[in-house]
DNA sequence: CTGAAAGCGCTAACAT
DNA sequence: ATGTTAGCGCTTTCAG
């Protein structure tokens, strides 16, 4: 920068005008800067401007870490073939489906990040210790202005801490009475809304539901949204099996070949995801059951494969975009003015009726 | 930090080394700053750590903008209904399926950059004017310790410039004669050794090739391959008729239906990418054609949705997460040692012989 | 093994 | 509109 303020002929004050307020400097030496800038091929140093100006101008985002820490090779890829050839008969599926739900948010929040002017970083909470996931995370919130945080990534306790550095704004997950922003999707109104219609434009009076994992805040909400559609309709849901999926495809396909096997599918089985509604399409397609005629299945997530599954699912979309561009907005506000009270905000879900609940559409 | 080292009655510089080389200071020592770490919440500042000692800890990726930066609206999500419930008939799709490919080369750099005790940011190159790119792209590069650039997100002069602050490697793409490094895919190969495959263990003769967009370097080098089989088997690639599908699901679908329509199907369509091969299986299942008995359909990419497809795709696998992952083994080799001389990679490729040509598998 | 001191490259008052 | 100057919070010689 002193190189570029002599070879402009100016004060390093000014140069720095020039790249971060230019209104301020007269065209003619903003030319002049501009151009050493040019010729001198200078890149200003994020890490002095983020020293003097006490802002860094970068975001973070942490996600819960979904590989299992792969193969740790150090690969040395000199040695190997250029072309392997190889069958590759069908297997199940081993990528939990899960982070398609994650890359959206993703998304979402380097799309607003960029409108805001802000950088992102993202980390992935790979399992390990506690302490080293606590320094990973303290190491991160040094980095960055604001911190956002995918649910079950992280201790609350931990967040609580980094909290009082940096605005953290929690997103998905369960609502607690924390002291930073959270951010959540509306579960149980939209589980309860596709149920309701379920009820009420298909007369179904004996939906099966497909849970996720017993630790799942969101798959709480949603079961207590179908809950309450049938409680609101005169059905006592707690008299209605329910079966145990994981958020599995694989499992669910095996729960729903269960049921075949022993003839006791329901007008409806309402899943607590898509990726599992996939997996119970999976197992009715070869069985001849046909979709929704004998039986309707649901999703809820709104994933791209479910627009495209034949038939075409029936779920509840998820603004995955339009939480991560939340997550963003929240941070910047605080940043922008550190002591707001901590809000939480809930975003709208939207009922996507398709074939396997109507049957073929327009 | 001054905080830290009056608490623990030690000065800064034992807190530096605490945090940075524990091993320069005695255990007691170290236990005691700990404590006073923990107990004043302290979190080092990425600025002044980065300022100090001349690197930042963080890499950076640039990933080419696929969002056609879409609906700006800053959303006042207070005033919108909770659920909505709405029919969603069958529409084209919209999204390019290729970032599902940057994707995996995001998951790959995350996770060698964590090994590596990197963090990572990530930048996506929003259109906009060329200086703006430039902007940005300079901005990115003031904040990490090395770049790494997937192909035509950037232009080269750009990177060169940013080239000679800070190691950049460039993804994908052309290779082309820089001061960078620079890491590819096999794809000449892969495609051609899928072509042999067709034409010697399927007696092939007269494969059509469907092309992606003009500019793509990779599907050159993919078309490449694939006349290279052909000629090598002497038949004149020339002679047959190549189509235009522009790496999208939907025009290849449509090219595939012109061509059920004229009732000029080859014994085998070679696709430039998954998407278009899946495209054109959409066209072929409606009109009732057998694959692979009655043509053989292959893609390129390997990607997720290809495994899963009715008939399963054969199709060639990129090593995106490898590829992800070797950026940042070039960068952290790069940043270790600056003036090393350029290298250039090429990952190798699996041909992976599936349904689509092979038939019902094991 | 620990402390003292000199910056790292910028921004933000404050002057002019 | 531009220059001067005092740090920002850390790492890193260099002594001890």
Do not use: L
């Given at each position: 920068m002193y190189d570029v303020a002599a070879h402009a002929g100016v004060s390093i004050a000014t140069v720095s005008r020039v790249l971060t307020r230019p209104d301020d400097v007269r065209a003619s030496t903003q030319e002049r800067v501009l151009q050493a800038v040019r010729e001198l091929r200078y890149v200003p140093s994020g890490s002095a401007r983020g020293l003097a100006a006490r802002r860094t101008g970068v975001l973070g985002l942490f996600l819960p870490g979904v590989d299992a820490v792969e193969d740790l090779s150090d690969a040395e890829?000199?040695?190997?073939?250029p072309v392997e050839v190889r069958r590759d008969p069908a297997k199940p599926d081993q990528r939990p489906g899960a982070n398609l739900y994650f890359e959206e948010v993703l998304r979402g929040c380097e799309l607003e990040a960029w409108r805001q002017g802000f950088s992102l970083m993202i980390c992935v909470g790979r399992g390990r210790s506690p302490e080293s996931l606590e320094i990973t995370l303290s190491d991160l919130a040094g980095k960055v202005d604001g911190l956002a945080v995918i649910a079950q990534s992280a201790p609350h306790d931990v967040l609580r801490r980094i909290g009082d550095s940096i605005p953290v704004v929690y997103l998905a997950g369960q609502r607690r009475d924390d002291d930073f922003d959270h951010i959540t999707v509306r579960n149980r109104e939209g589980m309860r809304a596709l149920t309701e219609h379920l009820i009420?434009?298909?007369?179904?009076r004996d939906p099966m539901y497909l849970t996720g994992p017993f630790d799942s805040p969101d798959d709480a909400e949603r079961y207590g949204g179908f809950a309450e559609a049938l409680e609101g309709r005169g059905?006592?849901?707690?008299?209605l099996p329910v079966l145990h999926g994981e958020f599995s495809r694989e499992r669910a396909r095996a729960v729903a070949e269960d049921l075949i096997a022993g003839g006791r599918l329901p007008r409806a089985l309402v899943c607590a995801n898509d990726q599992m509604a996939l997996g119970v399409l999976d197992a009715l397609r070869p069985a001849g059951i046909r979709v929704p005629e004998d039986i309707i299945v649901t999703g809820f997530?709104?994933?791209?494969e479910g627009a495209r599954s034949t038939p075409r699912l029936t779920t509840v979309m998820q603004p995955m975009l339009e939480l991560g561009r939340a997550a963003v907005r929240a941070m910047v506000a605080r940043v922008t003015d550190p002591d707001l009270e901590p809000v939480s905000t809930e975003l709208p879900v939207t009922v996507l009726l398709r074939e396997s609940c109507e049957g073929p559409l327009g």
């Open positions: 890829v000199g040695e190997q073939r009420d434009d298909h007369g179904v059905i006592n849901p707690t008299a997530d709104g994933i791209d």
